[in-house]
């Protein structure tokens, strides 16, 4: 549920560096990994005191891309009907921009090691259908923004109890479905 938590472009658009942000949305920076780290600890037994009021359902927002935004309550954990949580996301291991420790929450931490050219090409690929955009556009801002994220995001690896290599290729019937 990690892109739940996209902060919306009203907010990226009051900060000092509005133009940047909207830019390099995406970035850790442009997130709130506070209210992330808020609603996994809501889920988390782990994580919640011998005093603290177990709830039976948390809601977390998800990401709408017809609109463009997170959008509230997109997803319902159930106590009840979920025994284990698979979170995805890009950041979740990081340690930088209030992130940091976040990774703690987790029973088990696996990365997926991908080749971050065919990533970027992939994105490249994907990012033709964003309209406004001409192919020289997304070109540069998947090589400035997207390259320098996936960088970072390479760069978390150590924190995870296990890295899986991807043996995805950008060329198989596989990656043109996805």
């Not at 923004?145 to 043996?167: C, G, H, L, P, Y």
Request: include cysteine.
């Amino acid at each position: 549920p990690a892109d739940g938590f996209h902060l919306p472009m009203a907010d990226l658009r009051q900060r000092p560096d509005a133009d940047d942000a909207v830019y390099r949305r995406g970035a850790p920076d442009t997130f709130d990994p506070v209210a992330l780290r808020a609603k996994l600890s809501a889920i988390s037994l782990r994580s919640a005191s011998p005093s603290a009021e177990v709830l039976e359902e948390v809601t977390l927002p998800s990401f709408e891309h017809s609109v463009g935004d997170p959008v509230d309550h997109g997803v319902t954990f159930r106590r009840s009907q979920h025994e284990v949580v698979i979170v995805e996301g890009l950041y979740l291991l990081h340690d930088d921009h209030s992130w940091e420790g976040l990774c703690d929450l987790f029973d088990y931490r696996v990365y997926l090691d991908a080749d971050i050219d065919e990533c970027i090409a992939g994105l490249k690929e994907r990012n033709k259908a964003i309209p406004g955009y001409t192919p020289d556009e997304i070109e540069v801002r998947c090589e400035r923004v997207d390259r320098s994220n996936a960088t970072i995001v390479q760069k978390s690896s150590s924190r995870a109890d296990m890295s899986v290599r991807s043996e995805r290729s950008i060329d198989s019937p596989q990656a043109a479905n996805a």
